[in-house]
C-alpha cells in the first residue's frame, strides 16, 4: 500500500471548474506515481466524454497516458461495477491468473460505499484495490488509500427524493400502487439499471434464464412490476444509493425513490445501513434469535 496522501487540502471542490481542475491534478498526480513505482499495474478511472456533460470510464496502463483521467460533475459512474461479475476486473476467472498487482480505483464517495459493500460480500480483498477516494463527509466505510479530493453533498438530489417520499408516503396504498404501475408500464426492459448496479453481478441474471423462465421477456404492466419488484427486492440492504440506475434509465423510472424507501425500511427495522462499515454483518444475512418473527423450531 503506498503511503496515506492527503490532497484534501488542495482540492476542496464546491462543484467549480477550478476545483474539479484540483482534484484531475490529484488524480493524475497519484496515477503517474503508482503506475511509475510499478504498484499497480492500471488506474480506473474516468476521461472525456464525447460531449462535455458526459464522461467515459477508462483505464490507463501507462505513465504517458496519465492525462487521459478526468474529473468533474460529469463523472457519474459507480466504478465498482468494473470490478465484479463474470468479466469484472477482479472476479474474471482469466483475468485473476494474469493479474500481479492491485487496481488503482478513482472513487467518488457512492462508489466507495459499493467498494465497502463488495467487500462484506467477500467479492475481493481489501489489498487488491488502491482506493483514490473522493469524499463529501458522508460515511463511506473504507478509507481510501489516497484520498484526491472532496466534494459536496449532492443536496439537490438528497432533496428531490426525500420530496419524492413524503409525496409517496401521503397517498392511500391504492393511490400508490396505480402510481407504480403507471411508472412500470414505461419499462422497456433495456436492463441498463441492471448493467450499471454494482450489486448486480450474478452470473447468470433470473431475468435471463428461460428454463425455468421465471419473468417473461416481453413487456407489460405484469411483466414489468415482476421484473423491477424482483431487481428491488434483490437490493435491499445491499444498495448504496449511488443513483446510476435511476441516471440510466430510459424511462425516467424513478427507481431512487424506490431504492431510498427499501433503504428506510431495513434502516427501521434492524438499524442497517448499506455501505457504511465494512465489518459489518449485512442485514439479511443476519439471524436475530429473539426476532418474534422467526419461525419457530418443529
Ligand atoms: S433501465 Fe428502466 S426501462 Fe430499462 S429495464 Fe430498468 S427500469 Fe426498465
Ligand atoms: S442506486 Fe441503483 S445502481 Fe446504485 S447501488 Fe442502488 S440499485 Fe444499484
Redesign the pocket.
Known amino acids: 500500500m503506498p503511503e496515506k496522501t492527503r490532497a484534501a487540502d488542495l482540492c476542496t471542490c464546491e462543484g467549480s471548474p477550478m476545483e474539479a481542475a484540483a482534484i484531475t491534478r490529484s488524480i493524475r498526480e497519484a496515477a503517474a506515481d503508482l503506475l511509475g513505482r510499478g504498484v499497480v499495474d492500471a488506474v480506473l478511472g474516468y476521461s472525456a466524454g464525447w460531449r462535455d456533460e458526459a464522461a467515459t470510464p477508462c483505464v490507463v496502463t501507462r505513465v504517458e497516458d496519465v492525462d487521459q483521467l478526468v474529473f468533474g460533475a460529469q463523472c457519474t459512474h459507480?466504478l465498482a461495477?468494473y470490478l465484479v461479475g463474470p468479466d469484472g476486473w477482479l472476479t474474471a476467472p482469466y483475468r485473476a491468473a494474469q493479474r500481479k498487482r492491485p487496481l488503482a480505483v478513482v472513487a467518488r464517495p457512492?462508489t466507495m460505499?459499493?467498494l465497502t459493500?463488495l467487500l462484506q460480500e467477500h467479492q475481493f480483498e481489501r489489498a487488491d484495490v488502491i482506493i483514490l477516494g473522493i469524499t463529501d463527509g458522508l460515511p463511506v466505510g473504507v478509507e481510501p488509500d489516497i484520498q484526491v479530493g472532496v466534494i459536496p453533498e449532492d443536496a439537490a438530489r438528497n432533496a428531490r427524493i426525500q420530496q419524492q417520499l413524503a409525496e409517496l408516503e401521503a397517498m392511500t396504498p391504492e393511490e400508490r400502487w396505480a402510481w407504480w404501475e403507471a411508472q412500470y408500464a414505461r419499462c422497456i426492459r433495456c436492463y441498463a439499471?441492471r448493467q450499471?448496479?454494482?450489486?448486480?453481478y450474478c452470473e447468470q441474471c433470473i431475468a435471463d434464464e428461460n428454463q425455468p423462465q421465471w419473468i417473461e421477456r416481453s413487456s407489460s404492466v405484469t411483466n414489468n412490476r415482476m421484473w423491477n419488484t424482483i431487481?428491488?427486492f434483490h437490493?435491499i440492504g445491499?444498495?448504496?444509493?449511488?443513483?446510476?440506475?435511476?441516471r440510466v434509465c430510459p424511462a425516467d423510472i424513478p427507481?431512487?425513490v424506490l431504492?431510498a424507501k427499501m433503504r428506510l425500511e431495513v434502516e427501521e427495522a434492524f438499524g442497517y445501513v448499506?455501505?457504511i462499515d465494512v465489518d459489518a454483518l449485512p442485514a439479511l444475512l443476519q439471524v436475530n434469535a429473539a426476532d418474534p418473527d422467526r419461525p419457530a423450531k418443529r
Do not use: Q
Open positions: 459507480n461495477k457512492a460505499r459499493a459493500g439499471c450499471v448496479c454494482p450489486f448486480c431487481r428491488v437490493l445491499r444498495c448504496v444509493d449511488c443513483g446510476e440506475c435511476e427507481l431512487g431504492h448499506a455501505g
